[in-house]
């Protein structure tokens, strides 16, 4: 069965520096997603792409964040200036389309930790 | 706006006893309700979806959720858990896009 993948499942980084997590979403699908999950807390949406465009953010996803699909099949999220408090495990996802008729697919995640 | 809310935050039990655990949700449009399962140190997996049709959805692992539309509640049922079950339970709406998740139950089974 066709899965997401995420590299690397795990980094660690220092305060200031830039990290880009990659994801292969599932070859079929248009809709990408990032979400994260900070330790004991729960997950939390951060930011839809379809048609090599952010179609939804929340909050979080403020300046210091972009997402790309450099290639036809990488999405990846930059973090330019990473804070202690962007520590957390990151989650990719993928859907064949949009609405709430379609799953989305979750990859198994990184863990990002800023030191 | 949409939101999900789960009632209990840490649930224990012995092996063989029954399990529910509680969602309610709120959510303008048509609603596409969700349980998914982490279990220590992987990732989010789907135990089982509604979209439409039957309220009574069955699941991965002999789990069940029924959703009733006047309660807005999506709670999730397993009649005899296992140790195995240990693990945290996420309840979960999708909106247009985005998924909400709730704020998750873990649950520990006790030999």
């Known amino acids: 069965e066709p899965e997401v993948t995420q590299t690397p499942s795990h980094q660690v980084t220092q305060m200031g520096q830039e990290v880009i997590l990659r994801c292969v979403p599932i070859?079929?699908?248009?809709?990408f997603y990032w979400y994260r999950q900070i330790l004991g807390q729960k997950v939390e949406f951060l930011v839809s792409?379809?048609?090599?465009?952010?179609?939804?953010k929340s909050e979080i996803f403020d300046d210091q964040f972009s997402v790309e699909r450099p290639d036809g099949s990488n999405f990846t999220l930059k973090i330019r200036s990473t804070k202690l408090e962007d520590s957390a495990m990151y989650f990719c996802?993928?859907?064949?389309?949009?609405?709430?008729?379609?799953?989305?697919?979750f990859g198994p995640g990184t863990r990002l930790t800023v030191t | 706006a949409q939101s999900v809310s789960q009632h209990n935050h840490h649930v224990i039990l012995s092996e063989a006893a029954s399990l529910e655990l509680g969602c309610n949700y709120s959510?303008?449009?048509?609603?596409?309700l969700f349980w998914y399962v982490q279990y220590p140190g992987q990732h989010l997996q789907l135990l089982l979806k509604?979209?439409?049709?039957?309220?009574l959805v069955k699941g991965i692992k002999g789990f069940e959720a029924e959703f009733i539309k006047s309660k807005f509640s999506f709670n999730l049922r397993k009649p005899s858990v296992q140790w195995s079950d240990t693990a945290e339970y996420f309840c979960?709406?999708?909106?247009?896009?985005?998924?909400?998740f709730g704020t998750g139950t873990k649950l520990q089974v006790i030999p």
């Open positions: 996802a993928s859907s064949l389309a949009g609405g709430n008729s379609y799953e989305q697919y």
């Open positions: 070859s079929n699908h248009l809709y």
């Open positions: 792409f379809y048609n090599n465009e952010i179609s939804e």
């Open positions: 959510y303008g449009g048509t609603v596409n």
């Open positions: 509604y979209f439409s049709g039957d309220p």
């Open positions: 979960a709406v999708r909106g247009y896009q985005k998924v909400t």
